[in-house]
Each structure stands twice: as C-alpha cells, then as structure tokens.
C-alpha cells in the first residue's frame, strides 16, 4: 500500500515538473525582438491604392515617319497597387512613401485585425519620397518613435509591412528580422528625388513593404523601409540589401506636412553668378579657374547680408567643390535646406580664402 502511495506522489510530482518545465519553455521562447514585434505590429497598415497610369498607343510601332504625321495617342488606365505604411499618431495620421500613393484616385488602410479606412492625403514631399495620410477616427494605436541620430551598427532592425500583399491574407504584418548593416548613407539626386543619411538594413526588404516601420529591440521607429538593390536579375526579391529613411528626417518632414500641407523649399539666395572659366581668371588676374564668380548681389537680400561682394569667387558650398550656380542649388536641395536655414561658403576674395555663412530667404 505505502509503494502505491509512493508511486503516485511521484507521477503526481513528474507531472508537475512537467508542466512547469513546460511553462518555462514557453516563457523562454518570448525575446527582444518577439517584444518589439508585438509592440510595434498593431501600428503597422497595409496601403491598398488605384493609381492612374498614363500609356502611348501607337499603331505605326513607333516608325519615326509615321509618327511625324500620325502622333501616339496618350491614354489613361486605372491600375492596382499596395504598399505599407504605419500610423504615428493616436489621432490617425499614417506615414508612408509618396511612392505607394501617387497619382491614387482611392487609398484604403487596413490595419491589423482588418478595420479599412479611407485614407485623406494630408501631403506629399517627392524629394524625400514621403507622404502623410489621415485616417478618420481616434484612439489608434501608434507607434513609439525612436531615434535614428543614435543608432549602433549591428542593432536588431525589424521590417515590417504587407510584402507581395500578404496582409490581404490574414490581416497582420509580415516581420523580418536583421541588424543595422549602415548608417548615414548618401545617394544624392535619384530621379528627382533625394536619399541622404539612409540606413540599411539586412530585414528582407521586397516589393510591398515600401512606406512600412523599421524599428529596433525596443519596438520604436527607427525609419521608414523605401528601396532595395535587386542585384543583377530583373524582378529579383530581396537580397540583404535595403534602405530606409530616418526617422529622424521623416517625422520632421511629417510635421510640416502636418502644418502646412507641403514642404516650402522656395528659397532665395540673393546673387547670380556664373561659371569661372580660364578665359575670365585670365582677364580678371584670378590665380584660380574653378568655382562660381558672382556677378550681382541684390539689395537686402541674403547674399547681401552675408556680406558676399561682386567678383567673390564661390569655391565650395557645404564643403563640395562647385562648378556652376547649378551645383550650388543641387548642393541645397540635396542637404533638405529651406528658407531660414543657414549654408556654409567658402569664397576667393582679394587672394584670401574667406568662410562665409548665408542664411537662405524666402522667395
């Protein structure tokens, strides 16, 4: 009798160990990065827009005599698209990429669980490749924002959103999981538009995921995910390789879509100048045959105020050599610099080398 009450204290006690062993396993299963998944995942939208394409039709197979006479007729088609975007804001404001969203004639967001909204475009910035949308409603959940200046090369970094339209699937976000692979990243001017400072990331990136969060071991938004490198072969998915904006820059231009509706880049500087080429150093007795000349300074304007003078000699601008009024004004554009904002010079003057500092007016 007492060996049965032995034996059933132990099966009683083995199963008891069980559970709880088991109850540890499942505890040990949960992590950094599951954490910030379930954190940052109800925030996560799928982008679902009809978009107008323009297309040439041409019965001639572009023959160029035929098409002297007979020019290709311009026709519209509405076409479907999807992307991803995330909401950050309780009040329903969505950021995205412009990409996901040009030329849209109806943009639905669906958030996790399958609530569709219609989304109002708030405003657009196709420099930065942004966009803010506006959901109607309140009480939304949002996502934390972090700090892109602060990041550390080899972080956690977790892509989410709707690649290749998963989400229509069952209503939640596909998460990929990678590290912070680089920082500070600067493409320049890319068909219009501007990718400075980008971070990349080796999450799987693909197609649909555009306008979605980036966000670390925290579960707060580092950047938004915007393109990849495909490697070689067209159509190719991910291969290690994306990018994203920072959240740094993205939110300080949501803002001032939020505010204004646009993004006023209208900016004066106040001089005209031009190219210096070896023939005017020659006659001017200038010992240098690179830069800008300036050829007029306007009154009160920010040149002036600068104390920039005629025949100063422009040789960099933010510390890039320059060439051409043009090289200036890119060098602007490319540094997201506006109305009120302050641009380093280095001019010639009189056989010196002077820094100057010019503070941008309105146009």
């Known amino acids: 009798m007492m060996i049965k009450k032995y034996a059933l204290f132990f099966i009683v006690l083995l199963a008891w160990v069980g559970i ?8 040990s299963r949960k992590n950094a990065i599951t954490v910030a998944i379930e954190m940052a995942s109800p925030a996560v939208a799928s982008i679902n827009v009809t978009q107008v394409r323009r297309y040439s039709v041409n019965p001639f197979q572009r023959d160029p005599w035929f098409e002297y006479f007979f020019p290709p007729q311009i026709r519209q088609r509405e076409v479907k698209g999807s992307g991803s975007g ?32 219609n989304a109002e475009v708030v405003g657009v910035d196709m420099i930065t490749d942004l966009a803010l949308l506006k959901l109607d409603g309140s009480d939304f ?10 990041l550390i090369i080899g972080e956690w970094a977790i892509a989410l959103g709707n690649p290749f339209g998963l ?66 072969n067209v159509g190719q998915g991910s291969i290690g390789i994306g990018f994203a904006i920072p959240i740094n820059r993205a ?35 200038i010992p240098i045959t690179e830069g800008v000349i300036v050829t007029h300074i306007m009154k009160n304007s920010p040149a002036e105020k600068a104390q920039l003078e005629y025949g100063d000699v422009i040789i960099a601008v933010e510390n890039e050599k320059v060439l051409s009024l043009e090289d200036i004004l890119e060098i602007i554009e490319i540094n997201d610099l506006r109305p009120g904002d302050k641009v380093k010079l280095r001019i010639w003057r009189d056989g010196r080398y002077f820094n100057k500092t010019l503070k941008l007016g309105k146009l």
């Open 167 to 232: 989400f229509d699937v069952n209503q939640q976000p596909t998460a990929t999981v990678g590290i912070i692979s680089g920082k500070d990243l600067d493409f320049g001017l890319q068909s219009g538009k501007v990718f400075q400072d980008m971070i990349q990331t080796d999450a799987a990136i693909n197609p649909g995921n555009s306008g979605g969060p980036l966000v670390n071991a925290n579960g707060e938004l580092i950047g938004i995910n915007t393109f990849i490198f495909t490697g070689s």
């Open 20 to 27: 709880l062993g088991q109850s540890n396993v499942d505890k």
């Open 86 to 117: 995330v909401v950050i804001s309780p009040n329903g404001y969505v950021l995205t990429n412009n990409h996901v969203v040009e030329n849209a004639t109806t943009i639905i967001v669906q958030l996790p669980g399958g609530d569709e909204f």
């Open 141 to 150: 959940p949002f996502v934390n924002m972090g700090n892109s200046d602060d």
């Open 251 to 285: 939110r300080r231009i949501a803002e001032e879509l939020k505010t204004k509706g646009r993004i006023e880049r209208d900016f004066s500087t106040g001089l005209r100048a031009q190219p210096l080429d070896r023939k005017t150093a020659l006659y001017l007795d």
